[in-house]
């Protein structure tokens, strides 16, 4: 991990907090804006002054990111770590445990879906399909147009 110097007092400015983590700049303010990171202390001359923690926190929201939740979920996740840590109740779906077992569950539902659709692609270049209207009219086509149609019958 990279270690990052601040002023005297440990505070670092934006850029210096944006690039230890990995960010932009305007991802760190929007991140301030969704609540996700406090408003920064300034200086007189208007200069965002952090805490070095908010290194770990920016990483923490981007590795929660790549794992699959959304901002909305991080917040929650943060908030449900607040009250764990302090003296608030904490609801029983909040914690991480919870989190991301329903994150993997919704994982493990996508890569399901992905297999069936790689496994039909793969069905359909064996075929030598070429051409979707064709392919359509073809009963061996092996793409589900037929399901959709059934699925769609309802009305859009």
């Given amino acids: 991990m990279t ?33 996700l990171l406090h408003e920064p202390e300034r200086t007189p001359g208007g200069h965002r002054l952090y805490p070095a923690e908010a290194v770990t926190l920016l990483r923490v929201i981007k590795t929660a ?9 991080v917040a929650e996740l943060l908030e449900a770590g607040t009250h764990q840590h302090g003296r608030g109740r904490r609801r029983a779906d909040a914690g991480l445990r919870e989190s991301a077992r329903a994150k993997l569950a919704e994982v493990e539902a996508r890569i399901t879906d992905l297999q069936v659709i790689a496994d039909t692609l793969r069905q359909a270049l064996d075929a030598g399909c070429d051409d979707l209207v064709a392919c359509a009219a073809e009963e061996s086509c092996p793409l589900p147009f037929a399901d959709l149609a059934t699925t769609n019958a309802g009305g859009c």
Avoid at 3 to 11: I, M, P
Avoid at 65 to 71: I, K, Y
């Fill in 65 to 73: 990111q790549r794992l699959g939740f959304t901002l909305e979920e």
């Fill in 3 to 35: 270690t990052v110097e601040g002023g005297a007092d440990g505070r670092l400015r934006s850029g210096q907090v944006a690039a230890a983590a990995g960010v932009n700049q305007q991802t760190l303010r929007y991140y301030e804006r969704r609540g």
